[in-house]
């Protein structure tokens, strides 16, 4: 086996190439890999950041790219994987059968690299992800020292049966709201209907002008009042579509959509981006119905999903609908360097300001 060694890339021009070989020659890529959503990705949130790309390369072959922003922070160097909110991409875009090798010699190699780098970011990384199996195997075999930021994320385990579901995650009380709510809606002609990757494309303007009537048009978060996270959503859909993964579910009231959710199934997961009501009809509990029934139909239909993400953010429904079992941790490397080491015991000291230390 030939020798191994890292490069650092500043821009999307310089790994274009490699990445897209990369991508192409995946079996089952994810659609984290697709390198227009990464090119898209890049162009609504760098903010002032830059984009870094970290690569493998064995001999003359190019094994893995992973994507990073840079920026300064007291004049250190601090790598980060790319995250925002739910639109994350923290996946490297890696060879098929190379990816155990490619996070083994990726961590063991770095260490040698601290001229070039003071802190990295490992963020998101998802425990049923794979990523999150091979990280910390490389980060044990290599006797890597690393600070991880223990965090949740809100998920539910699909079971064989929705009654199984709902004595499982849902509490006495919020099984009693959810059937007061579904007789309530009975009494009126309502259905559920989902649509998968472009026949779902046509309904997209309906799902905008829902959330732009709740508390997201009252908070500015609307998607379609939001430029940076409507265009990457539009390309993120629209690659999800073409990828044959892409999912959305409407909740219908006399014909008329009330609320919505879309996502993409990936996996053996699937990802609940975005959902969606509308205010007018909201003594109907429309996106509570919408969640259960759209579990009810991944039960049903896709019975490969064994997971629903609902991703990190804490909102009411997900406290009652799902759990906050499943980490979603941050992980934290410091080089050697004089930058590195004073990084290390500021980062520390102030984060344990923001969470209890870990067993």
């Not at 020659?25 to 898209?40: E, F, K, R, T, W």
């Not at 044990?140 to 049966?161: C, G, L, P, Q, W």
């Not at 998607?223 to 409407?250: P, Q, R, W």
């Not at 992980?331 to 102030?350: E, N, P, Q, W």
Request: hydrophobic fraction near 35%; charged fraction near 25%.
């Amino acid at each position: 086996m030939g020798s191994t060694r890292i490069e650092f890339h500043s821009c999307l021009p310089e790994i274009a190439g490699e990445w897209l070989r990369l991508e192409q020659g995946c079996a089952n890529p994810s659609i984290q890999n697709n390198y227009l959503v990464l090119n898209a990705w890049y162009a609504c949130y760098l903010a002032d950041r830059t984009p870094a790309f970290l690569s493998l390369w064995q001999e003359d072959t190019c094994l893995g790219i992973y994507p990073f922003t840079l920026e300064k922070k007291y004049g250190a160097r601090v790598f980060n994987t790319l995250y925002h909110e739910s639109f994350s991409i923290s996946k490297p875009v890696v060879q098929d059968g190379q990816e155990e090798f490619f996070f083994m010699e990726l961590v063991r190699l770095l260490p040698e690299q601290h001229g070039k780098w003071d802190v990295i970011k490992l963020s998101s990384i998802y425990c049923f992800d794979t990523e999150a199996r091979l990280l910390t195997s490389a980060f044990a075999r290599n006797n890597m020292k690393v600070f991880t930021i223990h965090d949740r994320t809100y998920a539910i385990e699909i079971e064989d049966s929705f009654e199984k579901y709902r004595l499982t995650y849902l509490s006495k009380k919020t099984r009693e709201n959810l059937d007061r709510l579904e007789k309530k809606i009975a009494k009126k002609d309502n259905r559920l209907v989902y649509y998968q990757n472009s026949e779902a494309l046509p309904h997209m303007r309906r799902f905008y002008e829902m959330e732009n009537t709740g508390w997201k048009k009252d908070t500015g978060t609307a998607l379609i009042n939001m430029n940076d996270n409507l265009v990457y959503t539009e390309s993120l859909i629209h690659n999800c579509c073409l990828a044959g993964k892409f999912l959305m579910t409407f909740l219908e009231l006399d014909g008329v959509k009330i609320a919505g959710q879309f996502g993409y199934i990936e996996n053996g997961v699937y990802n609940g981006l975005r959902t969606a009501y509308d205010r007018e009809y909201s003594m109907f509990g429309p996106s509570i119905i919408l969640i259960a029934r759209t579990l009810r139909l991944l039960i049903d239909t896709f019975p490969d999903v064994k997971l629903m993400n609902c991703y990190p953010l804490s909102y009411g429904y997900k406290q009652k609908y799902a759990h906050d079992r499943c980490e979603c941790n941050t992980h934290v490397l410091f080089s050697d360097s004089i930058k590195g080491k004073l990084m290390s015991v500021a980062y520390k000291y102030k984060m344990s300001k923001r969470q209890p230390p870990q067993p």
